[in-house]
C-alpha cells in the first residue's frame, strides 16, 4: 500500500521504512555475483544472471504444485544459513498450473530433527518484473526486507515465500487478486519438502505485510482443502491490505492516491479479463497506464497530478468493477489457527476501521486474536516494531503455547 505523507521516493528509501521496500535497494538479479546454478537434481542448471527468471514454457502435463524448474544458489542469505532462487510450480486456480518464482533460506548446519517451516508473504513491490522480491537483494539499506528472517533462521528453521504469480516472470502481475497469491504462497511450502538439506516440516507459521496480510487471510482460508498435508500453528497480520474493495474507496477519496488506484487495476484485470480499464478510468487515468512500466512505484508520484481519474460510478454498487472486487473479497476466516495483529492508528492506507472489521471476523470465525494498536505509528513504521515482536510470538506457536487472545467478549 501506498503512504500519503512526504514524497514517496523519501519514503521509500528512509532507513525506518527500508523494511521489504522496492526500488531503494538492488533490483535485477539478487546476490548473482555468488550465485551458482543448482546441482540438486532434477533442478534445471541455469547461467548466471537475470536469465534465470526468463520462462516462457508453461508447466508440463503432470506437473505437480511445487514442483521446481531451477534453483539458484543466491549470495545474500543471513550468515549461517544459505538461500536458494526458485522457479515452481503453482496450482494458481483450480486446473491452472504456472510458473512462479520465489525463495528458499534455511540453517547452514545439518539438521538433527524436522525443521518447522515460516512462510513470508510479501507486501506492495511494484508490477514490473525486476520489481519481484526475489530480484532484489535480502539486505536493502542495511535492514532485512523480510522482518525478523534472521531471528527465525537462528531459531533454526526454514523460512519460504512467493513472488506470487507473475511477479518476476513473464505474464501479468495478478496484483490484490487474493486467492492466486494464497495458493502460490501455499505452494512454497511444498517446494521446501524439495530441498534434502533443508529437512523441512509440515508444520508451519505464516505472516504478511500488506498484499501479505490479504495472501495471509486467503491462505488461512483455502489451506485445509488445497494444503492438507500441512498444519499451520498462526498466522501474523502487519496493517494488512485485506479487503480490495473498501480499501480502492478509500483512496479514491484523495487524488493523491490516483497512482495506488490505477496501480490494482492490472492484478485484477488479469484475473478476470472481461474487466475494462475504460469502465473505470477517465480518459486522462488512462495516460497513466504506460507509467506502470516505470520503476516499481513511479506510477504513485507520477499520477499525483491527475484530478479526474476515474470515471463517474466507476465503483458504483452493481458496476462491473464493483463486482469483480467484490468478488475478490468474498471469502471469510476459518477460525483454523491463531492470530496476531499489528496496527497503526496513524495508517491512512490500511485504516484502523477496516482491520478492526478483520479482528472483528477472525474472532467471530473462532480464532484466538492477539490484537495490538500504536498510537504513533502508520503503515511504514509499524513494520520494524512488529519484527522485534514476532520472534516470541512465533515461538510460542511452535512450542504449543496457549495464545493471547483479546477478542471482544461475545
Excluded at 533460506?105 to 522480491?133: F, K, Q
Excluded at 496493517?239 to 490505477?262: D, F, H, Q
Excluded at 515461538?395 to 493471547?404: H, L, N, T, V
Aim: glycine fraction near 8%.
Amino acid at each position: 500500500m501506498k503512504t500519503t505523507t512526504g514524497t514517496v521516493a523519501a519514503l521509500l528509501c528512509a532507513a525506518t521504512a527500508a523494511l521489504a521496500l522496492a526500488g531503494c535497494g538492488n533490483s535485477g538479479s539478487v546476490g548473482v555475483g555468488d550465485a551458482h546454478a543448482a546441482t540438486l537434481a532434477p533442478f534445471k542448471e541455469v547461467a548466471i544472471g537475470t536469465d534465470f527468471w526468463a520462462v516462457q514454457e508453461a508447466p508440463p502435463a503432470g506437473a505437480k504444485p511445487g514442483d521446481i524448474l531451477r534453483a539458484q544458489k543466491r549470495g545474500d542469505a543471513p550468515a549461517g544459513a544459505q538461500g536458494w532462487s526458485v522457479v515452481y510450480v503453482s496450482e494458481i486456480a483450480p486446473g491452472k498450473l504456472a510458473y512462479v518464482s520465489g525463495e528458499v533460506y534455511y540453517p547452514a548446519a545439518a539438521a538433527t530433527a524436522p525443521r518447522d517451516i515460516v512462510l513470508w508473504n510479501h507486501e506492495t513491490a511494484g508490477l514490473g518484473d525486476a520489481c519481484a522480491p526475489s530480484r532484489r537483494n535480502l539486505l536493502e539499506n542495511s535492514v532485512d526486507r523480510v522482518p525478523a528472517i534472521s531471528s527465525q533462521l537462528a531459531a533454526g528453521r526454514v523460512v519460504v515465500m512467493s513472488d506470487y504469480p507473475g511477479l518476476g516472470l513473464p505474464g501479468p502481475a495478478l496484483y490484490m487478486a487474493g486467492q492466486p497469491n494464497a495458493r502460490a504462497s501455499l505452494d512454497m511450502l511444498r517446494v521446501a519438502q524439495k530441498f534434502p538439506d533443508a529437512r523441512a516440516s509440515a508444520r508451519y507459521v505464516m505472516y504478511g505485510w500488506s498484499q501479505g496480510g490479504q495472501t495471509t487471510m486467503w491462505a488461512e482460508n483455502i489451506a485445509a482443502s488445497y494444503a492438507p498435508e500441512f498444519t499451520g500453528l498462526g498466522a501474523a497480520l502487519i496493517a494488512p491490505a485485506v479487503r480490495i474493495r473498501e480499501l480502492t474507496l478509500n483512496s479514491m477519496k484523495s487524488p493523491t492516491n490516483a497512482g495506488y488506484v490505477i496501480s490494482t487495476l492490472p492484478g485484477i484485470q488479469a484475473y478476470m479479463p472481461e474487466l475494462k480499464y475504460r469502465d473505470f478510468l477517465s480518459a486522462e487515468g488512462m495516460e497513466q497506464l504506460p507509467a506502470l512500466t516505470n520503476g516499481c512505484y513511479d506510477i504513485w508520484e507520477l499520477a499525483t497530478s491527475v484530478r479526474d481519474a476515474y470515471q463517474p460510478g466507476a465503483l458504483a454498487p452493481g458496476s462491473s468493477w464493483w463486482n469483480a472486487l467484490t468478488a475478490v473479497d468474498n471469502f471469510t476466516p476459518r477460525g483454523s489457527m491463531p492470530f496476531v495483529m499489528f496496527q497503526g492508528t496513524l495508517d491512512t492506507d490500511t485504516p484502523v476501521a477496516l482491520n478492526q472489521r478483520e479482528r472483528s471476523a477472525l474472532c467471530k470465525a473462532g480464532s484466538a486474536v492477539e490484537y495490538n494498536e500504536f498510537a504513533t505509528l502508520n503503515h511504514l513504521t509499524m513494520v520494524p516494531e512488529a519484527a522485534k515482536r514476532l520472534p516470541a510470538w512465533m515461538d510460542a506457536r511452535f512450542k504449543g503455547q496457549a495464545p493471547a487472545n483479546n477478542c471482544p467478549a461475545p
